[in-house]
């Protein structure tokens, strides 16, 4: 539909992830980790997908992708040692560090 278009696939070829037109340096490399975690997650290799998605929360803080690197952080988290905790922590981190996103709002059920 517009370029540049990226598409991230699974090992059986489907698409997981599209980045569509131009994003500067930093916003492309927090996609892509976002990407390469999306990957991990669904092939519930938890540990992996939590590992790119905290990476981006430490590189990429100030990025676009960096509130969704936080949700889908504490998914992935909980996903691997089954703790609602994980999610609940991860809220608190969004609302503090991302109030205004949608990510933020989107975390809400998992507040206490």
Known sequence: MWTPTILLLDSEGRERVRLEGYLPNADFNSALRN???RL??????????????????ARFAG?????EAMYWRAVALYQKIHDHTAL?????ALRTTYPSSVWASKAIPWLP
């Not at 991990?40 to 929360?57: L, Q």
């Not at 990025?63 to 509130?67: E, L, Q, V, Y």
């Not at 609940?88 to 608190?92: K, L, N, P, Q, V």
Request: proline share 3%.
């Open 35 to 37: 990407g390469l975690g």
């Open 40 to 57: 991990a997650f669904m092939r519930k290799k938890y540990a992996d997908a939590e590992r790119w998605y905290a990476d981006v929360i």
């Open 63 to 67: 990025t676009n992708f960096a509130p």
């Open 88 to 92: 609940s922590e991860g809220a608190r």
